[in-house]
């Protein structure tokens, strides 16, 4: 069975420009995250969505970014426009549900460096 | 949220048990440890998690102590393959997943 899968997996734009991640989570897999990851640090949640609705975006900065899971599967975090300080890690995860027990399945992640 | 601390490093040489401790004095009764590994460019990944009992997977143990303020992670024979940084973390029933900044295990030939 397929993983979650990210693309691209690498992004280098200079800053001010647009840039967009794409994830599709693993068949089945109701519940999707979106996380940070800069160096040296452990991932961040940015937002997670329960199908098509975003459950929990309380740390996404929604001055230059926005995601969106159009029919509950597939899903696109965008940045507009990009600065310096945005060179990080983008992870995506997704999971069968939000319990507890759950566990979250991660892509490899978007390296994204802002010249 | 409560919080875990771990070592920033360990190391360990291939074929040997590595102990890894997690401290969390301020976690609550309803929450479970949960520890996650993240190989080298990889996403993180789920090894194994408790809330009162030690667990066997096959992947690693988990030891709890008897009042839950810390636990190890134990991985019986270390390889190669287990250099990763390992997460060690307080899941309660809002699902989310707080990360630290781990412990990274090198494993030596």
């Known amino acids: 069975e397929a993983g979650v899968v990210q693309s691209p997996r690498y992004k280098i734009i200079e800053k001010k420009q647009p840039v967009a991640f794409w994830c599709n989570p693993i068949?089945?897999?109701?519940?999707l995250y979106w996380y940070l990851q800069n160096l040296g640090q452990g991932p961040e949640l940015l937002i997670r969505?329960?199908?098509?609705?975003?459950?929990?975006d309380s740390q996404l900065p929604k001055d230059r970014f926005s995601a969106e899971r159009l029919k509950g599967v597939d899903s696109t975090l965008k940045i507009q426009p990009a600065e310096l300080g945005d060179s990080a890690v983008y992870l995506c995860?997704?999971?069968?549900?939000?319990?507890?027990?759950?566990?979250?399945?991660f892509g490899p992640g978007t390296r994204l460096t802002v010249l | 949220d409560a919080k875990t601390t771990q070592p920033n490093s360990m190391e360990s040489n291939e074929e040997e048990p590595v102990h890894l401790p997690c401290n969390h004095s301020t976690i609550s009764g309803t929450d479970y440890i949960h520890w996650y590994r993240q190989l080298p460019s990889q996403g993180p990944e789920y090894v194994i998690h408790?809330?009162?009992s030690n667990v066997n997977n096959r992947m690693a143990s988990l030891a709890i102590a008897e009042d839950r303020k810390s636990s190890t992670l134990i991985l019986h024979r270390a390889t190669l393959r287990d250099a990763a940084v390992y997460y060690c973390?307080?899941?309660?029933?809002?699902?989310?997943?707080?990360f630290g900044t781990g412990t990274r295990l090198q494993v030596f030939p």
């Open positions: 969505y329960e199908n098509e609705e975003a459950v929990d």
């Open positions: 408790g809330l009162t």
């Open positions: 973390i307080l899941r309660d029933d809002t699902d989310k997943l707080i």
């Open positions: 068949s089945g897999h109701n519940t």
């Open positions: 995860a997704s999971s069968l549900g939000t319990s507890v027990l759950n566990e979250q399945f």
